[in-house]
């Protein structure tokens, strides 16, 4: 992609247009503005070692169908369903395979919580922290399936609410209701480490 043709400045809405016309350049912005998120989403659903794989899927799901893309949501809502609905599908594909390996499985429910010590505490302090990512990362995986979707992607993949409910089909006072509840269980099980 040649930089100098993009304009970073230019909004999402007209690199679409010229994508969908064929304009290459355009549509690499696009990438590379939204596959850290598409990245984070994937990996929420299919862990770490499976995300690099998810993404590529469907970015190159998006690049594809980028002249289906009708303009009623915005391009960072629509990318991210194509990514859930790509990890969905493997995550399927998977059980219908029986080949779910226990590492990627436990990758999947882990969560992204368990990689985020700081390495410049002590090693008491980063012990701590340690453990309480541990009961973070177990206490996070027993929440209801759905608070725990809303969770992931409002903490790890930074999406705001009303993307959310845009990207899961759901009312944004669902979405409130749903990440209070978990952000409060959560909450009241990590007292002790506050």
């Not at 960072?76 to 390996?101: E, F, K, M, P, Y």
């Amino acid at each position: 992609m040649d930089p100098s043709r993009v304009d970073p400045g230019v909004a999402d809405d007209a690199l679409v247009m010229r994508a969908r016309n064929g304009d290459h350049d355009a549509f690499g912005e696009l990438v590379a503005r939204h596959q850290r998120r598409v990245w984070m989403v994937c990996r929420q659903y299919v862990g770490v070692d499976e995300a690099d794989a998810a993404a590529q899927e469907s970015l190159v799901k998006a690049f594809t169908g980028i002249r289906n893309f009708d303009g009623r949501a915005a391009f960072s809502t629509w990318l991210t369903r194509i990514a859930i609905n790509t990890c969905l599908d493997q995550l399927r594909r998977r059980r219908r395979v029986g080949v779910v390996d226990e590492a990627v499985e436990d990758a999947a429910n882990a969560g992204p919580a368990v990689e985020v010590a700081d390495t410049r505490a002590g090693p008491e302090d980063r012990s701590m922290q340690q453990q309480a990512l541990a009961s973070l990362g177990a206490m996070e995986r027993q929440l209801p399936l759905r608070q725990r979707e809303i969770f992931r992607l409002r903490f790890y993949a930074e999406m705001e609410l009303e993307e959310i409910a845009e990207v899961l089909g759901v009312h944004v006072g669902t979405v409130k209701t749903q990440l209070h509840r978990a952000v409060h269980r959560l909450r009241r099980e990590l007292g002790a480490y506050r």
